[in-house]
């Protein structure tokens, strides 16, 4: 048994599942949308991306880093793992995994930002630190604005603008107002429009080919808690799907459908 790794066996045994059908989506040319679950599902989608598309680049947009080890972590929760399982320059920090021999860390630190963070472990500031890790938390969103932040951030891990994307989304990225029916709400976070921006951002590149939507909990808080949760992700998850908010013109179509007024001698008017 591993230690500090709560139900290992289960969540190593589902993110198999997980990573083997983000392959078979992806092998048959279509853009992948994971709904979670926590955000260990970013262990199996990324697995995925990585097997199927060699390097990518990847957004994880979060309130936490995700960056602990079973060494680091005060909690023994898995969704608060899964960078540093996936992360190639960590591999040496952790013990045999049993269950996780179909999972090796592919994803270099390089090709991986964070945006929205305000709730880091010690140990994952000195990880982003000691591996300099592209992190724009939210003192950066206040001083250069969503966009800019996003941008900078896609320009750091695809500083060629060639790489498929992955945008993992957990929705405690949001403020707790915005998004309270989660596990681990933090204050002082993004707004829906901001979280919005950083998808459409990311859908403009023609590169997102997949996305996570995680940490959405319906079972807290109360029902209207629940259905400004899951509001808010729909938003995001349209915006990742490529809605623009300036709405869109029916396809093929370029007027709008004629109308004849009728003619006088069947006119209700004439016909006495
Ligand atoms: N996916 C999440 N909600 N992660 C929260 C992680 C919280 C804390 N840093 C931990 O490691 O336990």
């Known amino acids: 048994m591993v230690e500090n790794m709560t139900a290992l066996g289960h969540i190593a045994a589902c993110q198999k599942e997980v990573s083997d059908s983000v392959i078979h989506i992806l092998n048959e040319g279509r853009m992948c949308l994971?709904?979670?679950?926590?955000?260990?599902?970013?262990?199996?989608?990324?697995?995925?991306?990585?097997?199927?598309?060699?390097?990518?680049?990847?957004?994880?947009?979060?309130?936490?880093?995700?960056?602990?080890?079973?060494?680091?972590s005060s909690t023994g929760n898995i969704h608060g793992m899964p960078v540093a399982l996936l992360a190639k320059e960590l591999s040496d920090y952790w013990p045999y995994l049993p269950g996780m021999d179909w999972q090796q860390p592919r994803l270099s630190i390089r090709n991986?930002?964070?945006?929205?963070?305000?709730?880091?472990?010690?140990?994952?500031?000195?990880?982003?630190?000691?591996?300099?890790?592209?992190?724009?938390?939210?003192?950066?969103?206040?001083?250069?604005?969503?966009?800019?932040?996003?941008?900078?951030?896609?320009?750091?891990?695809?500083?060629?603008?060639?790489?498929?994307?992955?945008?993992?989304?957990?929705?405690?990225?949001?403020?707790?107002?915005?998004?309270?029916?989660?596990?681990?709400?933090?204050?002082?976070?993004?707004?829906?429009?901001?979280?919005?921006?950083?998808?459409?951002?990311?859908?403009?590149?023609?590169?997102?080919?997949?996305?996570?939507?995680?940490?959405?909990?319906?079972?807290?808080?109360?029902?209207?808690?629940?259905?400004?949760?899951?509001e808010a992700a729909k938003h995001i998850i349209r915006a990742a799907s490529g809605y623009s908010r300036r709405g869109h013109s029916p396809e093929n179509v370029c007027d709008l459908p004629q109308q004849t007024f009728p003619s006088v001698s069947t006119s209700a008017h004439n016909s006495k």
């Open 112 to 230: 991986i930002a964070y945006i929205g963070l305000r709730d880091i472990d010690s140990y994952e500031r000195l990880v982003i630190d000691k591996f300099s890790i592209t992190a724009f938390g939210m003192e950066d969103v206040e001083r250069y604005g969503i966009i800019e932040v996003t941008n900078m951030a896609l320009r750091r891990i695809d500083p060629n603008n060639n790489l498929p994307l992955h945008v993992s989304f957990d929705i405690d990225s949001l403020d707790a107002l915005e998004a309270p029916s989660t596990g681990t709400p933090v204050r002082g976070g993004l707004t829906l429009r901001e979280g919005i921006q950083i998808m459409e951002e990311s859908y403009r590149t023609q590169r997102l080919s997949a996305v996570d939507l995680v940490e959405v909990n319906p079972r807290l808080g109360s029902p209207s808690d629940v259905r400004i949760t899951l």
């Open 34 to 72: 994971t709904i979670g679950g926590d955000h260990s599902c970013g262990i199996g989608t990324i697995d995925g991306h990585v097997k199927v598309k060699g390097n990518i680049a990847l957004l994880w947009v979060d309130a936490h880093a995700d960056l602990n080890t079973n060494a680091t």
